[in-house]
């Protein structure tokens, strides 16, 4: 059987979801009919499943995963896709029941998608329409799925999901999505569709939600808020997260960053939104399921008996301190690193100015797009040993989707 990566590979010159530059307004106009073609197709697919649409700037994954979680552990088959890939075929983006597509499998799905796809499919086209279709087979009962980048344009999208889900926004892919929060809110707000429901994260900001709001009326979408809300710890334990009649969700540990609280709470209210009162009773400790609650990229802590590891996916100014924030929680007074591999200037500065040039780690190696900067370790000669000699740590904390599971493979996989 083919891999995946093999098919995938033909649309190399297309592999981001929405090209980096549609520079004319013909190119946007033919990118768009291509992506709304894809758009009805997987709507025919996912019709008689419940859809869920997740978008934002930060935490789309979390959610996702968080809310696929809770809907699983309720009794529902839940169809789930994220991005962007972590693995070379691509198969970690597409779960049923939190199990990866299998490799031969989903080869098969894409060569079926290529069949049905209008010229110019994206890689990431190909993807979600292999995808629905493999969910379509399942028997899934509900499809939680991250956009990848905005709304307008993503075919991540059918044209009526039943629910879109909102978390952060901020300034992200100004290239494609414009400058303002403004203009940012306004491309995302287009997943919502004709009798969608609305449910806005406590951390949508009032710019953003006036923008939504003002979409969502005019497509005679109901609207869910979340809080914002505060903490409540469990007297007996301060390690509660979320509890309302039916939900609790604890961390017996006390190893869930700050910054995934409003995540939590978002796929809560989503959880609440698509069950209502046929939700069952839940009781969920993160500490004993911390990987299948939240991917391992996003937020992992692996100890090495010397020193400790967190991996997480940030990668903007908003996720970084965020970050800082959470691990001097966790961490208290130990002597913190930082390791990326962040591919553009403004995130190489927005790092150190969080973190402190002192304390920052730049790996190169890990994507195609990264740059080949002095200062840079060279990612293939990156071990446990070096990264002891250059900075004197306890903590090293790895960010960048990309460079996170590569090295957590190259560090602990390999011994």
Request: proline letters at 5%; one cysteine or more; a neutral charge.
């Amino acid at each position: 059987m083919t891999d995946p990566s093999q098919i995938l590979s033909k649309y190399d010159g297309h592999y981001f979801a929405v090209p980096r530059k549609l520079s004319s307004l013909t190119e946007k106009k033919h990118f768009l009919k291509r992506s709304n073609a894809i758009r009805d197709q997987i709507s025919a697919l996912s019709e008689g499943m419940t859809t869920i649409i997740v978008s934002g700037t930060n935490g789309k994954g979390s959610v996702t995963s968080a809310t696929a979680f809770l809907l699983q552990a309720a009794g529902l088959c839940v169809g789930r896709i994220t991005s962007p890939a972590l693995t070379a075929g691509s198969t970690d983006m597409v779960q049923v029941d939190g199990r990866q597509i299998p490799s031969d499998t989903f080869a098969a799905y894409l060569n079926r998608a290529v069949q049905t796809a209008p010229d110019g499919a994206t890689h990431y086209m190909l993807i979600c329409l292999a995808a629905y279709s493999y969910f379509r087979d399942s028997g899934c009962d509900v499809i939680v799925a991250e956009t990848a980048v905005g709304g307008q344009f993503d075919p991540t999208v059918p044209r009526r999901p039943d629910f879109s889900v909102f978390t952060n926004i901020v300034g992200d892919h100004s290239e494609i999505l414009g400058g303002t929060t403004q203009e940012v809110a306004r491309h995302k707000a287009r997943i919502i569709g004709a009798g969608s429901t609305v449910v806005l994260g406590e951390e949508v900001n009032e710019e953003a939600r006036r923008e939504i709001q003002r979409y969502a009326a005019r497509h005679d979408a109901s609207l869910r808020v979340v809080g914002p809300c505060v903490d409540q710890p469990a007297p007996s334990s301060g390690c509660e997260i979320y509890r309302d009649a039916k939900l609790w969700i604890s961390d017996t540990q006390q190893r869930t960053p700050r910054y995934q609280r409003p995540n939590i709470r978002l796929a809560a209210a989503v959880f609440d939104a698509v069950l209502g009162d046929k939700a069952p009773d839940l009781r969920i400790d993160l500490a004993s399921c911390r990987g299948a609650f939240f991917p391992s990229v996003r937020f992992d802590i692996i100890d090495t008996g010397q020193e400790t590891f967190v991996f997480d996916g940030a990668h903007n100014l908003d996720s970084y301190r965020k970050l800082l924030t959470s691990t001097n929680e966790i961490f208290g007074d130990k002597r913190l690193a930082f390791v990326t591999g962040v591919s553009n200037p403004d995130n190489i500065e927005a790092f150190e100015a969080t973190f402190g040039k002192e304390r920052c780690i730049f790996v190169t190696g890990h994507n195609p797009r990264c740059l080949n900067r002095p200062g840079f370790l060279d990612y293939a000669q990156v071990d446990l040993g070096l990264l002891r000699r250059t900075i004197d740590a306890e903590v090293f904390v790895v960010c960048d989707l990309f460079l996170s599971p590569k090295l957590k493979r190259k560090l602990f996989d390999d011994g």
